[in-house]
């Protein structure tokens, strides 16, 4: 299954899931598109609610998202990338996360710091 960006990549369901990845252009729709029939559910940082869980209590947040998850927006709560490393190391499935944000610099620094080794960056 392809899918069209607006910057000319065809992106399939297969690449998604090969590692987790972490998609910093055109990733809210091409994501969500992706996940359509599928269980994996969604939530957005840019809910007040979710950014205060995910900041002051990351792990209940993993707990309550549990994999398959796409989390968008995830510059917003840094503090869950030491809980997705965990969660990615015990579990080794590929694709149990998706991560999405639209602040790229600052995110791909947490990224670079918090998950190297294991998020593939588009």
């Given amino acids: 299954m392809f899918f069209q ?3 000319n990549k065809d992106v399939t369901a ?3 899931s090969e590692k987790h990845r972490l998609v ?3 990733a809210r729709l091409l994501l969500k598109k992706l996940m359509e029939g599928t269980n994996r559910k969604y939530v957005s940082l840019d809910d007040i609610a979710m950014r205060y869980l995910a900041k002051n209590d990351p792990e209940s947040f993993i707990k309550t998202f549990s994999p398959p998850v796409f989390i968008d927006e995830v510059q917003y709560a840094p503090e869950l990338f030491s809980y997705i490393k965990i969660q990615a190391d015990n579990r080794q499935r590929a694709g149990d996360y998706w991560l999405s944000g639209s602040q790229i610099f ?5 990224v670079s710091e918090s998950l190297a080794g294991r998020v593939g960056v588009a």
């Fill in 24 to 26: 910093t252009a055109n």
């Fill in 106 to 110: 600052r995110l791909m620094r947490g």
């Fill in 14 to 16: 297969q690449w998604v």
């Fill in 5 to 7: 960006t607006n910057t």
